[in-house]
């Protein structure tokens, strides 16, 4: 019987196993093979025995292996690059939280304030409008006291959007260092859809449930998938809506007062914006619930995933010296 013809192969370097010339990875170990490693000769696949695979296999094949298999070197994991340092941190986000949170606090004190404005200038437009003589001098100071509260709120927006922002990208970053996988939305675009037009009026709520549902601790112990069967709630759907509704009514009542001349078209215009104020409170409220909800949920699953990791640390074994 005639000898079988030999051909060339390529040798794995993680774990010794021969491959055809032509394989782009290891049969074994899946590691991938550089075209400028050496070709060795060695006997046709189709005929090689079982005990030459077995001679093909190098010592510390069966060390390496698992290793590789666990994905440790070619295909490693986010828990492995974490526990080397490698891969996203956890950074607590109470501070951000909690200024975001007081700012909003100060928003709705000054909200309930430009409330208290809106009203009195409603009933004193109501007396303009009935035909009743209002001096000329409190139609004046109402008007000063109403640009003073709008400025002052323009001022508090501003330190909340930018905290608020600040805190949605960090909240939003610590979601892989929890183990969520399969993100929609990178940190980055999780606040740059607030400023895209017509987009900006359904992407912040989807980031929001997407930060909320990825901040489970189950995302760490499950591969990090289960978070999208997490449920989106309440507070969070109430949050945007009252934004929006906020958002309307504000708008249409800068629409309704410019070019307002007429008493009752300013009486319409104020009414609009006591409107604005209730809402804009509400809204302010849930945010806050929002931003400290979210931010206990994603430290306690770090505190779990925290502790689930350490019980699985392999314990260090103790040899006994043999005499």
């Not at 980055?188 to 980031?207: D, E, K, S, T």
């Not at 410019?258 to 078209?265: C, R, V």
Request: charged share 20%.
């Amino acid at each position: 019987m005639d000898a079988p013809k030999s051909e060339s192969s390529r040798k794995c370097s993680w774990c010794g196993t021969l491959n055809p010339a032509d394989a782009p990875a290891c049969s074994k170990c899946d590691a991938a093979l550089s075209a400028n490693q050496p070709l060795v000769s060695a006997l046709p696949f189709s005929t090689a025995s079982p005990t030459l695979d077995q001679e093909n296999r190098a010592p510390y094949q069966d060390v390496v292996t698992p290793l590789v298999d666990s994905s440790l070197f070619d295909r490693m994991s986010g828990e492995a690059m974490r526990s080397l340092g490698l891969g996203p941190s956890f950074e607590p986000g109470g501070t951000r939280a909690f200024f975001v949170a007081g700012c909003l606090s100060l928003y709705i004190l000054l909200s309930l304030v430009a409330a208290v404005v809106d009203f009195s200038k409603i009933e004193l437009l109501s007396k303009i409008a009935a035909g009743v003589r209002v001096p000329a001098a409190q139609v004046t100071n109402s008007d000063a006291f109403t640009l003073l509260i709008r400025l002052s709120l323009i001022v508090v927006v501003l330190f909340t959007t930018v905290s608020f922002l600040a805190w949605i990208y960090r909240a939003h970053k610590n979601l892989k260092a929890l183990g969520a996988m399969d993100l929609k939305y990178s940190p980055g675009w999780a606040i740059g859809g607030f400023f895209v037009p017509l987009l900006n009026m359904v992407r912040p709520y989807q980031v929001v449930t997407e930060i909320w549902k990825a901040s489970a601790s189950e995302a760490h112990r499950s591969r990090g998938t289960v978070w999208g069967r997490e449920e989106t709630p309440v507070f969070i759907s109430l949050w945007w809506g009252s934004w929006l509704i906020s958002g309307f009514l504000d708008s249409f009542g800068r629409f309704m007062i410019f070019g307002a001349e007429k008493a009752d078209q300013l009486l319409v215009a104020s009414r609009y914006h006591l409107a604005y104020d209730v809402i804009s409170l509400a809204c302010a409220a849930l945010a806050i619930t929002v931003v400290l909800r979210i931010n206990a949920r994603q430290e306690d699953a770090n505190r779990v995933n925290s502790l689930t990791e350490v019980r699985r640390a392999p314990e260090p074994e103790i040899v006994s010296d043999q005499l």
